[in-house]
């Protein structure tokens, strides 16, 4: 950047991570709601609902067990494909298309099966699946293409660093400091309001929501065609 051209805005510094979190929390908010407590996003999450699953005798306990080989899976088959892409420039523009994809699959897939009213029914199995594979290629794809960008659908990892970088900010009230405690705001807060957000439009248009949340995914994907994207990202 020349010493006289203007800094990157906000929005130019964090479309990426909050357009993304935006689109976690509400893929992760449609798909407990709609299937019964399964996770999307949070995969780990699946394992705490079986265990109160078994607990409590209820319905679907397998679908939440397979979740993590599913996502396991995935991740190693993307993971594949990254290591093999020849046009390392449009591996993350193809990721993100990959994703969007899926999220079309999981949508279409929310749309014929519904009403969903068995916990243990392979129709929700099929279209928890897909919604998992969509963000774990998400997952895979922070990790390692863009592994410089803090996670935008595990939010643990970030809330922590939240209160890190608040402690380090009211104890030292430095730019720098200023610039993280910013970065995870934006992150938590993105998240809360992709979850509100998924919630909202799902009871207004049912699984349709899901379309508008591919939207930014594809946006993103034409984006990173662009060389200059990855330095951008904040």
Do not use: C
């Not at 594979?133 to 809330?159: Q, Y």
């Not at 970088?165 to 809360?192: E, P, Q, V």
Request: charged share 10%; no cysteine; net charge positive.
């Amino acid at each position: 950047m020349s010493p006289h051209s203007k800094p990157p805005s906000f929005w130019q510094r964090y479309q990426t991570p909050v357009l993304l979190t935006v689109v976690g929390g509400a893929i992760d908010t449609i798909g407990f709601i709609t299937l019964f407590g399964f996770f999307t996003a949070h995969v780990t999450g699946n394992l705490v609902m079986a265990g109160s699953g078994l607990v409590k005798g209820e319905q679907g306990l397998w679908i939440k067990l397979a979740a993590l080989p599913l996502f396991i899976i995935t991740v190693m088959v993307t993971k594949i494909f990254i290591d093999h892409s020849k046009n390392k420039q449009l591996t993350l523009s193809r990721l993100f298309l990959a994703e969007a994809v899926f999220l079309i699959a999981f949508m279409i897939a929310g749309l014929s099966y519904q009403p969903f009213v068995d916990a243990g029914d392979i129709t929700v199995a099929l279209t928890g699946g897909l919604g998992l594979i969509a963000l774990a290629i998400r997952n895979t794809a922070s990790k390692t293409v863009i592994k410089h960008m803090s996670p935008t659908v595990l939010m643990t990892g970030n809330t922590t660093q939240l209160g890190i970088n608040l402690t380090d900010y009211l104890i030292n009230r430095t730019a720098d400091n200023g610039k993280k405690l910013t970065h995870s705001s934006a992150l938590i807060f993105s998240f809360l309001v992709g979850a509100l957000l998924g919630a909202f439009l799902y009871i207004q248009l049912n699984f349709w929501a899901v379309g508008l949340f591919v939207l930014p995914v594809l946006y993103l994907s034409v984006m990173a065609r662009d060389k200059a994207f990855l330095q951008s990202i904040a």
